[in-house]
């Protein structure tokens, strides 16, 4: 049986050492209490107000373990010339019959405070303490305060089923890249003749990521269990091979735990969906732009972490620049031939002869980015109309890439192709479609509006939905508001562009403004609930991912 442990003392009692308040400084109308309080702060949970509980059939806190003893404080004010001095008694009310703790007598008081730090105490109990003068007429008291002790920091185990323990003998029923459950369970042992706090929430964070410090239950990395201990937790580890777990408990009183660490497999997936916006070949969308030092990361989006599963150097940037930020990198969808995951766009727009030249990097069953060389684009020659007969293309139609303002990857509008990529331009005010896929590019170009005024918007592709259609969303650079714009699928497999010929409608949202939001995007579906979610990155480098273009949420600070 666990026996008590009893909060160690160095030296003798030690109280607060000082003189009594200046004359004058109260009037002489008998000594008066307030502010009764304990330091460390009792506390109902870890984080929490501080918990007094001075008042009658009240909860008392909770104080944890400490490297200082508890400090029993109070205000107080006496009459000039006093000569009864206060004094601190302390009971536990754990033990039956109740035993005095402590009566510390004639204390100082010290720039109208007394206070006096409690030796002795016992890991589990209850404790009702009050300051008080008794005497020569002057009675006066603080009310009766409560307070109690857990100097036992909990424990926490990890378990999963999706994704058993390294060692275990057993074999994973998920892959890298799928959403996986891990179970929590925690104690917090009660001290003989006394109680615990109980667990009160878990802190994780799957490695490469680290527990941060911790700011209370509640958090985006925090989970707090049911009634019987226990907490769930859905996280998807992005890379396939051994991955690290880790886990804390935190009870009541704020004590923390040892930091578990879960080691497991996730193996690969020899046949991984075939999912648009996947450019890692793990069946899931990705987020790719470039980090603070010009490296390309590739971040998962479903894994609620703003860690790369894979980063492309600076060195690798196809025109030897050594920079990613000077390229546009867009993808949806793949070239016929390669495997079943992003052919990835580059565009380059570090100087007036790179912006000439259109990379692609065709994706063979593993991150194409700086493992193979890109190819360049070739731009089509001959435009077509919107019954797809070919036609001249007008006056000002360029031979390359050069006069490209803004480029995005749409998804597939070949009918019977629903996997092809298709390029969305911005040239001259006026959007273009490039589609058709060819050897080395496209074969078709289509100038979908004629007005001019597509300049000022940062251009989005969310994708198909279930029945194919597309859609076009839009952020008004001037106003900060969000447009979507339907691209629905016709009965001959072609698509309807006309909601294009007037971008100022369709207005969903508002509120996206570049100061808040420099960069926005769409990988697809992030959440899994079946419909294209937004995300952004703020002007302070956080990645904000919205359910749709609502309920956003704070993944983390980018590299």
Same mark, same amino acid.
Request: aromatic share 8%; net charge negative.
């Given at each position: 049986?666990?026996?008590?442990?009893?909060l160690a003392v160095t030296g003798v009692l030690t109280v607060?050492?000082?003189?009594?308040?200046?004359?004058?400084?109260?009037?002489?109308?008998?000594?008066?209490?307030?502010?009764?309080?304990?330091?460390?702060?009792?506390?109902?949970?870890?984080? +929490?107000?501080?918990?007094?509980?001075? =008042?009658?059939?009240?909860?008392?806190?909770?104080?944890?373990?400490?490297?200082?003893?508890?400090?029993?404080?109070?205000?107080?004010?006496?009459?000039? %010339?006093?000569?009864?001095?206060?004094?601190?008694?302390?009971?536990?009310?754990?033990?039956?019959?109740?035993?005095?703790?402590?009566?510390? #007598?004639?204390?100082?008081?010290?720039?109208?405070?007394?206070?006096?730090?409690?030796?002795?105490?016992?890991?589990?109990?209850?404790?009702?303490?009050?300051?008080?003068?008794?005497?020569?007429?002057?009675?006066?008291?603080?009310?009766?305060?409560? &307070?109690?002790?857990?100097?036992?920091?909990?424990?926490?185990?990890?378990?999963?089923?999706?994704?058993?323990?390294?060692?275990?003998? *057993?074999?994973? !029923?998920?892959?890298?890249?799928?959403?996986?459950? &891990? !179970?929590?369970?925690g104690s917090d042992p009660v001290p003989a003749g006394g109680?615990?706090?109980?667990?009160?929430?878990?802190?994780?964070?799957?490695?490469?990521?680290?527990?941060?410090?911790?700011?209370?239950?509640?958090?985006?990395?925090?989970?707090?269990?049911?009634?019987?201990? #226990?907490?769930?937790?859905?996280?998807?580890?992005?890379?396939? +091979?051994?991955?690290?777990?880790?886990?804390?408990?935190?009870?009541?009183?704020?004590?923390?735990? *040892?930091?578990?660490?879960?080691?497991?497999?996730?193996?690969?997936?020899?046949?991984?969906?075939? !999912?648009?916006?996947?450019?890692?070949?793990?069946? #899931?969308?990705?987020?790719?732009?470039?980090?603070?030092?010009?490296?390309?990361?590739?971040?998962?989006?479903?894994?609620?972490?703003?860690?790369?599963?894979?980063?492309?150097?600076?060195?690798?940037?196809?025109?030897?620049?050594?920079?990613?930020?000077?390229?546009?990198?867009?993808?949806?969808?793949?070239?016929?031939?390669? =495997?079943?995951?992003? !052919?990835?766009?580059?565009?380059?727009?570090?100087?007036?002869?790179?912006?000439?030249?259109?990379?692609?990097?065709?994706?063979?069953?593993?991150?194409?980015? +700086?493992?193979?060389?890109a190819t360049l684009v070739s731009r089509p020659t001959t435009?077509?109309?919107?019954?797809?007969?070919?036609?001249?293309?007008?006056?000002?139609?360029?031979?390359?890439?050069?006069?490209?303002? *803004?480029?995005?990857?749409?998804?597939?509008?070949?009918?019977?192709?629903?996997?092809?990529?298709?390029?969305? #331009?911005?040239?001259?005010?006026?959007?273009?479609?490039?589609?058709?896929?060819?050897?080395?590019?496209?074969?078709?170009?289509?100038?979908?509006?004629?007005?001019?005024?597509?300049?000022?918007?940062?251009?989005?592709?969310?994708?198909?939905?279930? *029945?194919?259609?597309?859609?076009?969303?839009?952020?008004?650079?001037?106003?900060?508001?969000?447009?979507?714009?339907?691209?629905?699928?016709?009965?001959?497999?072609?698509?309807?562009?006309?909601?294009?010929?007037?971008?100022? =409608?369709?207005?969903?949202?508002?509120? &996206?403004?570049?100061? =808040?939001?420099?960069?926005?995007?769409?990988?697809?579906?992030?959440?899994?609930?079946?419909?294209?979610?937004?995300?952004?990155?703020?002007?302070?480098?956080?990645?904000?991912?919205?359910? %749709?273009?609502?309920?956003?949420?704070?993944?983390?600070?980018?590299?």
């Open positions: 049986m666990r026996t008590s442990r009893v607060a050492v000082g003189l009594a308040a200046a004359p004058n400084a109260v009037a002489a109308t008998g000594p008066a209490f307030s502010n009764p309080r304990v330091t460390p702060a009792p506390v109902l949970a870890p984080g +929490g107000t501080a918990t007094e509980d001075c =008042a009658p059939n009240g909860t008392p806190g909770w104080v944890g373990l400490s490297t200082a003893l508890p400090t029993l404080s109070a205000d107080v004010q006496l009459p000039a %010339g006093a000569t009864v001095l206060p004094d601190i008694a302390v009971t536990d009310t754990t033990v039956v019959p109740h035993t005095s703790v402590l009566r510390a #007598t004639e204390l100082p008081v010290q720039n109208g405070t007394v206070s006096v730090q409690v030796p002795n105490l016992r890991d589990g109990h209850s404790y009702v303490w009050h300051a008080y003068t008794a005497g020569a007429g002057v009675d006066a008291s603080t009310p009766e305060c409560h &307070f109690r002790l857990d100097l036992t920091a909990p424990a926490v185990n990890v378990n999963s089923t999706d994704f058993p323990a390294l060692g275990s003998g *057993q074999t994973a !029923t998920k892959y890298a890249g799928q959403s996986g459950t &891990f !179970t929590f369970t109680a615990a706090s109980g667990v009160a929430c878990y802190q994780y964070a799957l490695a490469p990521a680290s527990l941060g410090v911790f700011t209370g239950c509640g958090g985006a990395d925090t989970v707090v269990p049911a009634a019987d201990g #226990t907490a769930s937790v859905q996280l998807t580890p992005a890379d396939w +091979g051994a991955n690290t777990l880790l886990v804390q408990a935190i009870d009541n009183a704020g004590n923390v735990s *040892q930091s578990f660490s879960y080691g497991f497999y996730a193996p690969s997936n020899p046949t991984p969906p075939a !999912t648009l916006g996947d450019v890692d070949n793990n069946g #899931t969308p990705d987020i790719v732009l470039p980090d603070s030092a010009g490296n390309l990361q590739v971040i998962s989006g479903n894994t609620g972490s703003v860690l790369p599963s894979e980063t492309v150097p600076a060195v690798d940037a196809p025109d030897g620049s050594g920079n990613w930020t000077g390229f546009e990198v867009s993808h949806r969808g793949w070239m016929p031939n390669t =495997a079943t995951s992003d !052919t990835v766009f580059a565009r380059d727009l570090n100087s007036s002869v790179g912006k000439a030249n259109l990379y692609e990097y065709k994706n063979q069953g593993s991150l194409p980015l +700086g493992s193979q060389s435009c077509q109309d919107a019954t797809g007969a070919t036609i001249s293309c007008p006056v000002g139609y360029g031979s390359d890439w050069s006069g490209v303002d *803004q480029l995005l990857a749409l998804g597939s509008t070949d009918p019977g192709q629903p996997d092809d990529p298709s390029l969305l #331009t911005v040239e001259g005010g006026n959007l273009w479609l490039f589609d058709n896929v060819g050897f080395r590019g496209f074969r078709d170009a289509q100038q979908l509006t004629t007005t001019g005024n597509w300049s000022g918007y940062d251009l989005i592709a969310p994708g198909a939905d279930a *029945q194919g259609n597309l859609a076009l969303w839009a952020r008004d650079r001037a106003t900060g508001e969000l447009h979507a714009y339907p691209l629905p699928k016709k009965a001959d497999g072609t698509f309807d562009f006309s909601a294009l010929g007037d971008p100022t =409608a369709h207005v969903v949202a508002s509120g &996206f403004t570049t100061a =808040a939001y420099p960069t926005l995007g769409s990988s697809g579906d992030l959440d899994g609930d079946g419909a294209p979610d937004l995300w952004t990155v703020t002007a302070d480098r956080h990645l904000v991912i919205f359910s %749709g273009w609502t309920s956003p949420e704070d993944i983390g600070a980018l590299k």
